[in-house]
């Protein structure tokens, strides 16, 4: 199924047409919670991309270079999880020394990018396509991106939405929830633009 793709047109199918927020669903708990303010967005967007990117490379080392070769398919669910969650609390013992207000606006939400399924899925999928490394790297960079672009996205809209006059019965989780579908169908219009949905 890789073969014939590039790391080009997995990077931007990645970010479009296959988003991991908005067209696979996977991520939304964080999604949904840290896009009140596009500050704080933007933060976590960065440490999600950090994160994505890295452990898709690391995970793909792992699994071809350890798992594979000695049929230890039934730990990779752990294996990864492990990479992953090593990979969080560097995050954020980074945003903590580099900018401690955005480590207090991100608080519990930070160390649940160790929990959040958007990045566990991206180093499943990998393995799934048989994806190669550089396309590993480009899928995880990609769906990173398209992570951070959702959220923002989200956080902008709610935050014009706090001056808005919004019906009773749809303020705080009923319009966010509207907007979250509204957006997940825009971006699902992307979808066969590039063949690679």
Request: charged content about 10%.
């Amino acid at each position: 199924m890789s073969e014939g793709i590039g790391v080009f047109g997995i990077f931007f199918a990645a970010i479009f047409t296959s988003n991991i927020l908005l067209t696979l669903y996977l991520g939304m708990c964080s999604f949904l919670a840290v896009s009140r303010k596009v500050k704080t967005a933007i933060g976590l967007g960065f440490a999600v991309i950090f994160v994505m990117t890295a452990t898709s490379a690391l995970n793909w080392l792992v699994y071809y270079y350890l798992i594979k070769p000695y049929n230890l398919d039934y730990l990779k669910y752990i294996v990864f999880i492990i990479i992953i969650a090593a990979f969080v609390q560097l995050v954020e013992m980074i945003i903590e020394r580099v900018s401690e207000p955005l480590y207090i606006a991100l608080g519990i939400f930070l160390p649940l990018i160790t929990v959040n399924c958007a990045i566990l899925g991206v180093s499943l999928f990998m393995i799934i396509r048989n994806y190669t490394f550089s396309q590993s790297i480009s899928y995880g960079l990609g769906s990173g991106v398209g992570w951070l672009i959702a959220i923002v996205a989200m956080a902008g809209i709610r935050e014009k939405l706090a001056h808005a006059r919004v019906p009773k019965g749809l303020e705080g989780a009923g319009i966010t929830l509207i907007i979250a579908g509204i957006m997940a169908m825009a971006f699902m219009g992307f979808t066969g633009m590039m063949g690679l949905s």
